[in-house]
């Protein structure tokens, strides 16, 4: 999963990619720590980006996408947030929601 380090960083990802997993933690969580290997394998099996974010670090990235827990799984599409999943992560459900993803992504690529 690629790092990110700014507010202006995530700006540039969100408009340059169709669809992304944003993986969102902070500082001295243990379940954001046992959920992201979880997420992480998960890059393996869906084509599209996965980020990660540390909010104590990037602390605009929770007002700008109002962020009040942690961990926080968001799906975007076109640079809207499609899914949102957050503390206690249903892997199935996420899984299901990143296969929505793809095909939609398909779709779009069929009729350019």
């Not at 997420?39 to 929770?62: G, H, S, T």
């Not at 892997?91 to 009729?111: A, H, N, P, Q, S």
């Amino acid at each position: 999963m690629k790092q990110i380090g700014s507010f202006k960083e995530w700006l540039e990802i969100i408009e340059q990619n169709q669809e992304l997993l944003l993986f969102v933690k902070t500082d001295n969580c243990s379940v954001c720590d046992g959920l992201y290997p979880q997420v992480e394998d998960l890059q393996a099996a869906y084509p599209i980006p996965f980020y990660k974010v540390n909010v104590a670090e990037v602390p605009e990235i929770a007002g700008q996408l109002s962020l009040f827990t942690a961990p926080v799984v968001l799906l975007f599409a076109n640079g809207k947030e499609y899914a949102r999943f957050a503390r206690f992560v249903q892997m199935e459900e996420l899984k299901r929601r990143l296969g929505e993803l793809v095909e939609r992504g398909k779709k779009i690529e069929r009729t350019d």
